[in-house]
């Protein structure tokens, strides 16, 4: 539900609060520059020597020179007033128009328009650095949302798929009510396992991305060896054989999430392999700052711009060897949102010899006090 805009007594315009701000401490510092002039006459002059503020000729009398004086002060006083007011409220106009323009492009993409872009010319100062955070704030934000709608799209399309399927063969089955359809039964299980690791994997990418997880210590290392031991018939059943070596890499994040990261890449790395005599190496290292989990296989070779989409989701890479075990096309969009989410980086470099080299750096834990 649409949360309800404040309702606020109006009020001065900030324009017209710094005029007033402007012609009040002009209004001050006269009135403070005429009491001084009032002070000096009245201690220093001679005593026979009075002024007529109301002539250009002094009088020689000092027993009252309240009175010329303080028609020149009203007069003073009444000027710096009308200048510091006519001032004031120039001056706040050309203060203020960055943010006029600021407050345009805020009411723009409040109604949708995420393209417009403030540019606010000259040099830098705080309207200018608020403009600049703001168009960067417009363009990430332009971009997520593109990024949500093809995001949205593309998993659609992939779950229209197997429902699609699936509809067909139960229509099949329900022509053909009497035949054997164990077959059909084989066909569906296929298909509705599927389309559950699909929702699964859409649930796990969200999960990802609005970093609703606990956050503990883990040791990339134990994360590591544990999903290539699960990962052992499936590396057997396509003749690849997986090495691991590296130290402890203590970090902090969620032990779930970070399993599922290191079993996404390795069964990448195994099913997207050589057909025969595959090698996948995994290895943990740590740092000063980061801890590294890297995840190399043999394979075909990849081109820059074929690695570079293969973090988009749903886009298979074409030239990679396709299997039955090739997935819901999430696995690495998947190891870039866990990464993202635990203020890690995630880079794909394509081996010379043919392959791909994953390498995950994420932030090392603090050392406890006592070790």
Not at 32 to 60: E, H, K, N, Q
Request: overall charge neutral; some cysteine.
């Amino acid at each position: 539900m649409r949360k309800k805009s404040v309702d606020r007594a109006p009020g001065l315009s900030v324009r017209l609060k710094l005029t007033l701000s402007y012609a009040g401490f002009l209004m001050l510092a006269g009135a403070v520059m005429l009491a001084a002039v009032w002070v000096f006459l009245l201690r220093y002059l001679p005593a026979g020597l009075t002024i007529d503020f109301t002539s250009r000729w002094f009088s020689p009398n000092r027993s009252d020179p309240l009175h010329g004086f303080a028609v020149a002060a009203a007069v003073v006083l009444a000027f710096l007033l009308v200048f510091g007011l006519l001032g004031g409220w120039i001056l706040a106009g050309r203060m203020l128009a960055p943010l006029a323009r600021i407050t345009d492009a805020t009411r723009m993409a409040a109604t949708g328009s995420l393209s417009h872009r403030i540019r606010l010319p000259g040099r830098r100062d705080e309207f200018r650095e608020l403009a600049d955070a703001f168009d960067t704030m417009l363009a990430r934000l332009e971009a997520h949302i593109a990024e949500q709608q093809r995001f949205a799209a593309n998993a659609s399309h992939e779950l229209r798929t197997p429902l699609a399927t699936t509809k067909m063969l139960l229509d099949v089955a329900r022509n053909y009510l009497n035949s054997d359809n164990g077959a059909l039964v084989d066909r569906l299980h296929t298909v509705n396992t599927r389309a559950i690791d699909l929702t699964e994997a859409l649930l796990l990418l969200s999960r990802a991305n609005q970093r609703s997880f606990t956050r503990g210590d883990v040791d990339l290392s134990l994360i590591a060896e544990e999903a290539t031991e699960t990962l052992l018939p499936l590396a057997e059943e396509h003749s690849v054989t997986i090495e691991t070596s590296g130290d402890m890499t203590p970090t902090i994040g969620s032990h779930a999430l970070l399993l599922q990261l290191t079993t996404n890449l390795v069964h990448n790395a195994i099913v997207h392999n050589l057909p025969e005599q595959g090698i996948v190496w995994v290895t943990t290292s740590v740092h000063p700052k980061n801890v590294v989990l890297s995840v190399e296989n043999t394979g075909e070779k990849l081109t820059p711009e074929l690695v570079s989409t293969l973090v988009e989701p749903f886009l298979r890479g074409t030239e990679r060897i396709r299997t039955h075990h090739a997935g819901v096309g999430l696995g690495l969009a998947i190891v870039e949102s866990i990464t993202q989410a635990h203020d890690g980086t995630l880079t794909l470099t394509p081996r010379a010899a043919g392959g791909l080299c994953v390498t995950v750096q994420l932030p090392a834990a603090a050392p406890h006090a006592g070790r």
